[in-house]
């Protein structure tokens, strides 16, 4: 993911909450799991067969993503590269 939005220089970033001791909020500029995650949970992504793929493995299920749910990102990033995470995380909080 990093890759491609370098690449397409895309000036992705996300605001880091405040530190408990007080300390400035940091800026990173690094897609990570936690975004994915994020992205996964707001859009429902594990219902959708276009872009997930279940795995069973007895009791266990795990999932595996398409090629084509990494241009969906790199498209919702593009449209709000510095807010797209933070507007993702308010809107979770605000989800009944």
């Known amino acids: 993911m ?3 939005l370098s ?9 880091t909450s405040s ?3 007080g300390a400035a909020p940091m800026e990173r500029n690094k897609f990570t799991t936690n975004d994915l995650k994020l ?5 429902d992504i594990k219902s959708k067969e276009a872009y997930a793929f279940a795995h069973t ?8 993503y398409s090629q084509a749910l990494v241009d969906f990102i790199i498209t919702e990033i593009k449209k709000d590269p510095k807010k797209v995470i933070q ?3 308010l809107a979770l909080q605000n989800k009944p």
């Open 87 to 89: 507007n993702i995380k």
């Open 57 to 64: 493995f007895g009791n266990r299920i795990e999932y595996s």
């Open 2 to 4: 990093n890759g491609r």
């Open 19 to 21: 530190l408990p001791n």
């Open 7 to 15: 690449t397409k220089k895309i000036p992705f970033s996300v605001k």
């Open 39 to 43: 992205f996964i949970n707001f859009y």
